[in-house]
């Protein structure tokens, strides 16, 4: 470990006040008896008024590091070396009294999951109002002051929601709830891990915005916590850079992104899909090799066995966080060299164009699905018409609601869709469930779930699972079915030592490795992948999302690939279609969506992603929540939060219909394309 | 079951992968994660289902309501087996001259009112409520594990028939539809085991039912469904091995149970019939003497009783509290 540097960012900084000092700090959970590091010499600082970025993927320790700093790691973790001091104490020296009122006082925390900080059985308003009597003001006080906290966190109607039980709100409003509580104290430091990661893209962008405006209002030093960079990006001015426990590169969050000196922050940033890349040009990067185990510390670089630059001077000796420029460090001893890093990657690949002249592989017309929920109607999707051809993506997005995941259940035949609907795969009509379908037509339709925890049966063998589809699917018994195991299992880049683990043995990305090949097993004609990646590391979901897009160009399978994130979409899709509601706003390849003109509601999509691209839309700020399916708006559905709606009224009468603006381009609006275009200022 | 549940104590890193020395080359671009169970030394999580096998047992092992549990009902496991060989009496033929003698050197526990060496009848008493009890609670589990997996799976007419057939059935005590069962049939040690067995059945049921029912909305379920999966197989192959740890707690609980059910049937008289020896039995013919100061006749046998019962719960609560977890 590095003593003979002192840490990072020191010197002229010191002498500004700073709310947060840690310096060389070691966190270690005791397991079975044995201290595991999870956090190692980490040493950073937070400067009043600073908002300091804390990235890395899962498991890098970021949120033993802001529980460290509020000190509330688990019973069996603690820091075991080094110091925090928090305000110019040192927060190994306070007692239960001291500690209780830095945390009243001094230092708030945002979880990730709203949901699950407010009690759900105590009405919002007495929750918020707690906050205020703990800082000492009597009851009637701290309601007054309740509510005056929820009007600046702009919610507008604060009484209606002081009123409400946690479960009554939308995630948006609760986290709104949980950062006007965290303010209420009006702390020095403010704690937000992973704020946004459980919300909606547009709701996102929203809470992004509240949480700048309050940092201009009340002064508070922030540290972000996110796995996304661009997040991080967007809101803070230094950031740090995690891996394995350690902080391998610090400073300005720009130059951090733009010059990243440190090869994990190279590789991190290659692996998101950016303006520009696509499947077969500009290829996503991944980072090779795996993380190393948690408490395990190597004896050089922990990235050394993951790094196309290491030698043997970085697997014996551990880098120290070199100085590399101002207010800046990485821990590399050639961080010269790390933008250099050769790719893992071929960066342009040959991949075959889909079959777009053909009959289409699926065809869907006038698909409508309703669920009867205590005698009410509630349509979740409303007259969808797609169609998929051979070797195809096809991008579904929407936000969560939209009727995304509906859509694939219907098509795989998990869920009937309304009668009167009309399903075709090449060319014959399908059973509306999928025990009434053919094996032939079961085979040549499979799905890729979201999650492969839930996807996965955890009781059987990777082995067992990929087998049972081959003997049901393709119908191989014997030395066939083994034969055709090995290759799928080669295919999807894993390793036959994996058959004979179960699912919890296996990493997130190895556990979709199995559920694609499990796909894969019956060689279907079209794949619903719902979702596939969100629930990945970047560095993980590069590699899967090149894997389907390799798999897709060798066995010419059509993909229907839902996701929430547009960026995912783009690198993937051929066509894009965008639900809103459960109707289809918008329909066009992909290049077409992007370029615009857009739906108002595509734009306002596209404006809420932050970007790593430095210049950013101009944010579309959309008014109110996603309305209820149950009550759809009148008219167009989406007028209620449109920024465009026509004066004339028409948007709220009448529901216009999805019509070709442009060849191969669909819209459901009724502002002319050329309009759209010019109030989207896009160049013809 | 204990595969998910089965979590670190380490909060925050979940285990991503690790490397270890024979993983894929280094630079294997599209290798994402590995196995930490092949760590082995370099300390990693090693979630196999042979190792949670391991630890349960192991933490099994360092829980002393366990051990002492474990030790009791081995004690009246070997009773069972090798009671006869080691009583220091004859159970059955008492010597009628030296009938209710106080617990002394030669007769420990004392003699009851037909001059039998209470302590020979404990041990031996042991025998048939240890062979009556496991197998009922087995059938029970059996066929309550089928009823429950059909009831969650199904669902819908098939749940509310079955489960108000249930319903019907446990609004009764337990000892009173054994009681009613008995009394048409006779009582008989199947006729035990198959009425135990079958409310136990009811019971265990319901809980399997509320198992499956959450298995059910997982996404497994849904691809075995699209590769034309048989119902029997989804139950059985699927979904079973995921309930099996509420089943093996549902199983050891019940257990107790049914010791406690045969001693209250065989109590009131339509258990194990004499002279067979019988904890409930002896009780039954002994309490009448206690306010004439002969204790030991029915103190013995229910103390043998609760120490059974105390034993298994003992184990069970062990089980439940290792597997829940």
Known sequence: ?684 | MADDQHRESVAAPPATGAPDGHGPAPHDPLAVGLPPATAGASGAVDVSARRIRRDHFRQLMHSKPFLVGAVLLLWWIVCAIFGKAFSPYNPVNGSLLQFNLAPSGSHWFGTDSLGRDVLSRVIVGSRDILIIAPLATLLGTAVGTAVGLVQGYFGGLVDNVVGRIVDAVLALPVVIVAFLFVVAVGPSTLTLILVIGFVFALLIARTVRTAVLQERELDYIAAARLRNESGAHIMFVEILPNVSGPILVEFTVRLGYAIFAIATLSFLGFGIQPPTPDWGADIASSYQYLAAGYWWETLFPALAIASLVVAVNLIADSIESVLIQ
């Open chain 1, 1 to 684: 470990m590095s003593t003979d540097i002192s840490s990072p960012g020191t010197g002229d900084r010191l002498s500004e006040a700073v709310v947060m000092d840690a310096a060389h700090v070691d966190v270690s959970y005791t397991v079975r008896g044995t201290d595991r590091l999870a956090v190692r010499d980490v040493s950073f600082q937070i400067g009043q008024h600073e908002s300091f970025g804390l990235v890395g993927e899962s498991g890098c320790g970021k949120t033993t590091m802001a529980l460290a700093i509020t000190r509330y790691l688990p019973r069996n973790g603690k820091v075991s070396s080094g110091s925090i001091t928090v305000n110019g104490q040192d927060l190994a020296s306070l007692n239960s009294g001291a500690l209780r009122s830095l945390r009243a006082r001094t230092v708030s925390m945002v979880y990730q999951e709203p949901g699950r900080a407010l009690n759900p059985s105590i009405r919002v308003g007495r929750q918020v109002a707690e906050v205020f009597e703990v800082a000492g003001l009597s009851k009637a006080d701290a309601a007054g002051r309740a509510e005056e906290a929820l009007r600046k966190v702009q919610i507008s109607d604060p009484g209606r929601v002081l009123r409400s039980y946690p479960h009554q709100l939308s995630g948006g409003m609760l986290q709104r709830v949980v950062i006007a509580m965290a303010l209420g104290a009006e702390p020095n430091l403010l704690i937000l891990d992973e704020p946004t990661t459980a919300l909606d893209a547009t709701v996102e962008a929203e809470i992004l915005e509240l949480i700048s405006s309050l940092r201009e209002e009340f002064h508070t030093a922030i540290l972000f916590i996110s796995h996304n960079l661009a997040v991080i990006a967007k809101m803070c001015e230094r950031v740090g850079v995690m891996y394995a426990g350690e902080l391998v590169e610090e400073g300005p969050a720009h130059e951090v992104f733009e010059q990243p000196q440190h090869p994990y922050t190279v590789g991190l940033l290659r692996c998101i899909p950016r303006r520009g890349q696509r499947k077969d040009h500009g290829r996503l990067d991944t980072i090779p090799g795996f993380l190393p185990a948690p408490g395990e510390v190597p004896a050089g670089c922990v990235f050394a066995k993951r790094c196309a630059l290491a030698d043997e001077r970085c697997t014996t000796e551990s880098p120290p966080p070199y100085p590399v420029g101002e207010d800046r460090t990485a821990r590399c001893h050639y961080h010269e060299r790390a933008p250099l890093l050769p790719r893992a990657t071929p960066e342009d690949v040959r991949l075959p164009a889909p079959d777009s002249d053909a009959a289409p592989v699926i065809s869907l017309r006038g698909v409508a699905k309703t669920y009867t929920v205590h005698h009410d109607k509630v349509p979740a999707l409303v007259d969808v018409d797609l169609d998929l051809y051979l070797g195809e993506t096809l991008g579904l997005v929407g936000e969560s609601g939209s009727g995304k995941t509906t859509l694939a259940r219907v098509l795989v035949g998990l869920t009937p869709p309304d009668t009167g609907s009309s399903l075709e795969l090449d060319g014959r009509a399908l059973a509306p469930l999928a025990t009434k379908r053919s094996r032939e037509q079961l085979k040549g339709m499979q799905i890729i779930f979201q999650n492969p925890d839930s996807a996965l049966n955890r009781r059987h063998s990777v082995r067992h699972i990929i087998d049972r589809s081959l003997t049901k699917l393709a119908g191989l018994t014997g030395a066939e079915r083994e034969q055709s195991l090995q290759e799928i299992v080669r295919s999807v880049r894993m390793e036959p030592r994996h058959l004979g683990l179960r699912p919890a043995q296996l990493s997130g990305g190895l556990k979709q490795r199995v559920a694609i090949a499990r796909a894969f097993a019956g060689n279907p004609r079209v794949l619903v992948c719902d979702e596939p990646t969100s629930a990945l590391d970047v560095s993980v979901q590069a590699a899967i999302l090149n894997l389907l897009a390799d798999l897709q160009a060798k066995e010419r399978v059509t993909y229907l690939f839902i996701s929430h994130d547009l960026g995912v979409v783009r690198y993937l899709a051929d066509r894009i279609a965008v639900l809103y509601l459960g109707r289809v706003m918008e329909y066009a390849s992909a290049e077409a969506v992007f370029t615009g003109p857009h739906h108002p509601y595509t734009e306002a999509l596209l404006s809420a992603v932050p970007s790593l691209d430095g210049a950013q839309r101009e944010r579309i700020i959309l008014s109110g929540e996603i309305p209820s399916p149950a009550q759809p708006p009148s008219g167009c559905v989406f007028h209620t939060r449109c920024p465009r709606r026509l004066s004339s009224g028409i948007c709220e009468t009448t529901e216009p219909p999805l019509a070709e603006v442009e060849p191969g381009h669909s819209m459901r609006c009724h502002i002319p394309p050329s309009e759209l275009r010019a109030l989207q200022q896009i160049g013809n």
